[in-house]
């Protein structure tokens, strides 16, 4: 069902491993995606609610005559919420709150020198909007995740969109709208793929004078499509990331409980048939023991197509490796979205981990914890790109601002550099700006401050 990668015994013979090579992922391919979602956007940015109507009948099948869900639906699907789905999502807005809330920045001034400060602010993104999926699964979990760091950061307006579903109604799934009504979002959209993201670009009026009106940043997961489609108008709108399918790693070793991991390989793996499911071990004895459990959870799962194309794809699959120190070696090199340790010693060992977008220490901290209910945020970097690239988070809605402020004084004991510098990258403009302050009809005035222009005879 699953490849085996063995790595064991190949550095002692001297050959050098590109374990980023080593270790494939699925074949997402947005460049190509780029091509189609182009025309997409380029309609609504010159017909707006027009073509988000148009469009939204070519790819979900549902005709919209409203494209905003009016604050009433929202209140009737949270009134309409089973108490159990509402219970646990409280829970995981009150933990998500708590996590996001120490992530709050504070302004710091830095006194230079004597009469000179640099200030760094920390200034929200007035208005975001948040991109709630509904695909193979529906992600009410993914609102929470959107909008609570977006919240905390101090945003003032946020919009979610979310595909409608077919039906009666037209409308997004009403979990999504439920949860939107117990965060205190009121303004959503029924609008799905990269049109959705189009339209918090760009906007989108109609002849009444209603619609969306553009933002300033868009974040949360989706599609090809909708990552094809943040690629294109990243600089018109700022996003938080390319997002591709789910994948999970796990290092273990001969502690690690073959059932736990197994189960866990799979809770990835039923997302998509691209969802990549991969461990890495020193134990062969282990991998023996996962393939065999495998066997007999998967044929017990519910999406068991969906979970065995994926486990059986090429970006899935069990890695052998020497020792831990080389296991290290390779999950650094694959930066998973999601990482899970289990290890003697796990919370020392996921210490030294370097890249990945979240990491879940012990046996009693499986990614599905993180996804729902650790407090942590499960928007997370795929993709390898947790080489340099951080999960969602308050601060991924807010930018720092520095404020300079400096006296006479202040400038007066610096002008000189000043100028030197500007002359260096032949821009004496520069100069000459510092220079004007302390001049009077190009005499310069009190104290030294670089070279004078002018005639002073």
Known sequence: MIRRIDLRGRLATGEVLDYRALVPRAPVDV???????????????????????????RFDGVDVDDLRVPESVLHAALDGLDTDVRAALDESIVRARRVHADQRRT????????????????????????????????????????????????????????????GPDGLPHPTILAACALLGVTEVYAVGGAQAIAMFAYGAGDDAGTGCAPV??????????????????????????????????????????????????????????????????????????????????????????????????????????????????????YAA?????????????????????AVFVGPWSPVSLGDYAAGSNHVLPTGASARHTSGLSVQSFLRGIHVVEYDEAALRDVAAHVETLADAEDLPAHGAAVRARFTAGGVQTGGSAGTTTGDTS
């Not at 007999?296 to 020497?322: E, F, M, N, P």
């Not at 979205?337 to 977008?357: C, F, K, P």
């Open 31 to 57: 460049e190509a995606a780029l091509d189609a979602v182009r025309p997409i956007c380029a309609d609504v940015r010159h017909r707006g609610v027009a073509a988000l109507k148009e469009l939204t009948s």
């Open 107 to 166: 302004d710091v001034t830095t006194t230079v020198v004597p009469g000179g400060t640099v200030t760094e602010r920390w200034v929200p993104v007035q208005r975001v909007g948040l991109y709630a999926p509904g695909g193979l699964a529906v992600y009410p979990s993914s609102v929470v995740m959107n909008v609570v760091p977006a919240q905390e950061a101090g945003v003032e307006e946020i919009a979610v969109a979310s595909p409608p579903q077919q």
């Open 216 to 333: 300033d940043m868009v974040t949360g997961p989706g599609n090809v499509y909708v990552a094809a489609a943040k690629r294109l108008l990243k600089g018109v709108i700022g996003i938080d990331a390319e997002a591709g399918p789910t994948e999970i790693a796990i290092l273990a070793d001969a502690a690690a409980d073959p059932r736990h991991v197994a189960a866990d390989l799979i809770s990835q793996a039923e997302h998509d048939t691209l969802a990549a499911s991969v461990l890495v071990t020193d134990d062969g004895a282990l991998a023996d023991a996962v393939e065999a459990e495998l066997d007999v959870q998967v044929a017990a799962t519910k999406h068991v197509d969906r979970v065995a194309t994926a486990l059986g794809g090429d970006q899935s699959g069990i890695v052998l490796v020497d020792d831990l120190e080389q296991g290290l070696a390779v999950v650094d090199a």
């Open 337 to 357: 979205e999601h990482l899970e340790i289990h290890t003697r010693d796990a919370a020392d060992v996921a210490s030294r981990v370097r890249n990945a977008g």
